[in-house]
């Protein structure tokens, strides 16, 4: 199998460490990535001292901060002449108080859709130099659990809630997968594949950051025996990595390895250009041109 080099995101622990974990066994080069240095750092050694592939990096940077993932993508790319795959695995679901980052942006957006959202665009110039490039989204089921959509108020500035906010930011990183599928193609960069996929509810850390209201904590911790351990969860995105299947499968969502429907109840070009106008406005002041 050819050997890849590839950079996941959210890969300190959890279902991220998991991908890292079982890619770096097949003996790809793979780039590690956690909120600090300190945690990308245990993971890389870990990694290494468990698969024995000594050819494990690691980066870091706080995903709250748009300008912290432009520095981490400057590093990537000094050091990287190519990348084969990005997998944009970070993510997260917050409490009951909308918090807000540095930038300004509702959390939850700022790492579901605006952190892949910049870094795709960023690390386009390596990923172009790859004969066949892979970026990979996780998004979620819980896409189809957005409440209703309001696209004046898209960070939920009125009637937050922690469920709507994760919802929302997932079916929005669907649509701007697929916005990006469609440019890539128009500007004759077929040889990017661009899916985002569901994990399956994971056994991790996930959802236990922040308080949610006694019931929904009570139900996050009742359904912990029953979820998928980290390393299934890992399964499709491994898949959509390395498979020759999928080679030339671009702009699809995709749970258990095969292509999804997602949901369409909000869906039309217009909303979906809006959401993709609006996370180039939000990161526009942190993004290099970009020409083929």
């Known amino acids: 199998m050819e050997r890849k080099i590839i950079f996941i995101t959210g890969s300190s622990g959890g279902i ?4 890292a974990k079982t890619l770096a066994k097949q003996g790809n080069t793979v780039i590690v990535h956690g909120p600090t ?7 890389c050694k870990e990694i290494k001292s468990e698969t024995g592939n000594q050819k494990i990096d690691y980066v870091y940077a706080d995903f709250f901060s748009l300008a912290d993932i432009k520095r981490m993508a400057n590093e990537l790319k000094k050091k990287y002449e190519r990348l084969d795959v990005l997998i944009n695995n970070a993510g997260a679901m917050f409490g009951t108080e909308r918090e807000t980052t540095i930038d300004g942006n509702e959390k939850t957006f700022a790492l ?6 910049l870094l795709s665009q960023l690390l386009l110039e390596v990923l172009v130099k790859s004969p066949a490039a892979r970026i990979i989204n996780v998004s979620s089921s819980a ?8 696209l004046n108020d898209i960070q939920l500035e009125n009637n937050y809630t922690f469920g709507t ?7 929005y990183l669907i649509w701007v997968t697929q916005h990006l ?7 004759g960069l077929a040889h990017i594949t661009v899916n985002s996929l569901h994990p399956g509810m994971v056994k991790t850390a996930f959802g236990q950051n922040a308080k949610k209201g006694f019931l929904i904590d009570f139900l996050l911790k009742l ?9 299934q969860g890992a399964e499709t995105a491994i898949y959509l990595a390395t498979s020759k299947d999928v080679e030339n499968v671009t702009g699809k969502y995709f749970s258990d390895k095969k292509i999804t429907n997602p949901s369409e109840k909000f869906y039309t070009k217009k909303n979906e250009k809006i959401i993709w106008d609006y996370c180039m406005q939000i990161t526009k002041p942190y993004l290099e041109k970009f020409t083929n």
Do not use: D, V
């Open 112 to 117: 579901n859709l605006f952190a892949p959202f």
């Open 16 to 19: 991220g460490k998991e991908t």
């Open 37 to 43: 240095k300190e945690l990308a750092e245990t993971a």
């Open 181 to 187: 599928a469609t440019e890539l193609k128009e500007k």
């Open 223 to 231: 359904s912990r025996p029953f979820s998928r351990k980290p390393k």
């Open 165 to 171: 906010a994760y919802g929302q930011s997932k079916l």
């Open 143 to 150: 896409h189809s659990l957005s409440g209703i959509l309001n």
